[in-house]
């Protein structure tokens, strides 16, 4: 019934910037604990911010100033944007929404319910 779906990927050069949008269905209108996260090849899944139910952000310190979560009107669409990118920021990157969570306790941490499939972002030289 619920849906996330993450869009978007795609090559960029190093120093450029790109934008993934994850689109949710199957969940009543409103705002919900949601975040953004990554994982290259070899390496753990790395969370890379979130947003609330009330609009509150909190980023990683590897991609704060640089990357930026916001959403569409309806709260039914998830954005990242990500700028000044560099060949680290290589990995797939994926959505996920916890609509049970509220306030402040959402975070990286949270044990999200749904999770998208995916997008691949390769920044290269």
């Known amino acids: 019934q619920v849906q996330v779906v993450e869009s978007g990927g795609g090559s960029v050069q190093v120093g450029g910037s790109l934008r993934v949008a994850c689109a949710v269905s199957?969940?009543?209108?409103?705002?919900?604990?949601m975040g953004w996260f990554r994982q290259a090849p070899k390496k753990e899944r790395e969370g890379l911010g979130t947003i609330d139910s009330d609009g509150q952000r909190k980023y990683a310190d590897s991609v704060e100033g640089r990357f930026t979560i916001s959403q569409d009107n309806a709260k039914t669409t998830l954005y990242l944007q990500m700028d000044a990118l560099e060949p680290e920021d290589s990995a797939m990157y994926y959505c996920?929404?916890?609509?049970?969570?509220?306030?402040?306790?959402?975070?990286?941490?949270?044990?999200?319910?749904?999770w998208g499939q995916g997008t691949q972002v390769t920044v290269s030289s």
């Open positions: 199957g969940l009543p209108s409103g705002g919900y604990c």
């Open positions: 996920a929404v916890d609509p049970f969570r509220t306030g402040a306790f959402c975070w990286s941490g949270v044990d999200f319910g749904y």
